[in-house]
């Protein structure tokens, strides 16, 4: 089976969705917890300055916002009112079009992001994916959802081999046929050299030169 593997913000969607999906949470569900908005830009500016690492500041901001846990019939409206809002307001008409031409070839359509999985799955869901790789969280043994990453935070070459685990947990390997791939970030680079097809989409300017160089086909999504 031919494959069909799409980042998720800023290449499906127009605007990146973790800090927004945390800003919905706390809005709905405790609105208190806005208070911890100067902690949370504290933590970007740790990061930025390379004291904290990319997932430690998912987890920080994860806590500040929606708490240490949340129980999955609480979390799940939440959820699905975020993902009702991006499929309404913020995926790009070219995604749109793109899945829809992929599904028509047959393709197995992915979503592979860096966001949580818990959400990006029900927005996968909606706008037609077959399958999501994401960041996965702690469960509790209430299966109650921690604000602790479980593995790897599935970004720049953690993405890679988190395809990898995908594609043999679905026993793909050896046996899959043509890979294309989608995004918009250059740290999406060790993709992009896996797979056979690569599309840059609104790329930034990084992966703008690196598509040019390596004869990539570059799109506009909209």
Avoid at 154 to 181: N, P, Q
């Amino acid at each position: 089976m031919d494959l069909a593997i799409y980042d998720m913000d800023r290449t499906v969607t127009r605007r990146p969705t973790y800090t927004s999906f945390l800003l919905h949470c706390a809005r709905k569900r405790a609105p208190w917890r806005l208070l911890f908005l100067p902690l949370v830009a504290g933590s970007m500016l740790a990061y930025l300055a390379k004291l904290i690492s990319r997932a430690r500041l998912k987890e920080i901001n994860h806590k500040l916002l929606l708490g240490a846990s949340i129980r999955p019939a609480d979390l799940k409206p939440l959820v699905d009112s975020f993902a009702d809002a991006q499929v309404a307001h913020n995926i790009r008409p070219g995604a749109r079009k793109a899945i829809a031409r992929d599904k028509a070839e047959g393709r197995r359509v992915v979503m592979a992001t860096a966001s949580y999985r818990f959400y990006a799955a029900a927005i996968a869901e909606r706008v037609g994916f077959d399958d999501t790789i994401g960041t996965n969280t702690l469960l509790g043994l209430d299966d109650s959802v921690l604000c602790r990453i479980d593995g790897e935070n599935c970004y720049g070459e953690a993405k890679m081999r988190m395809v990898a685990g995908w594609v043999e947990r679905s026993g793909l390997t050896g046996k899959h046929g043509h890979v294309r791939f989608y995004s918009d970030h250059v740290t999406d680079a060790p993709v992009f050299e896996w797979a056979d097809e690569a599309v840059a989409v609104n790329p930034h300017g990084r992966l703008r030169e690196l598509a040019s160089r390596r004869g990539w086909a570059v799109e506009d999504w909209g």
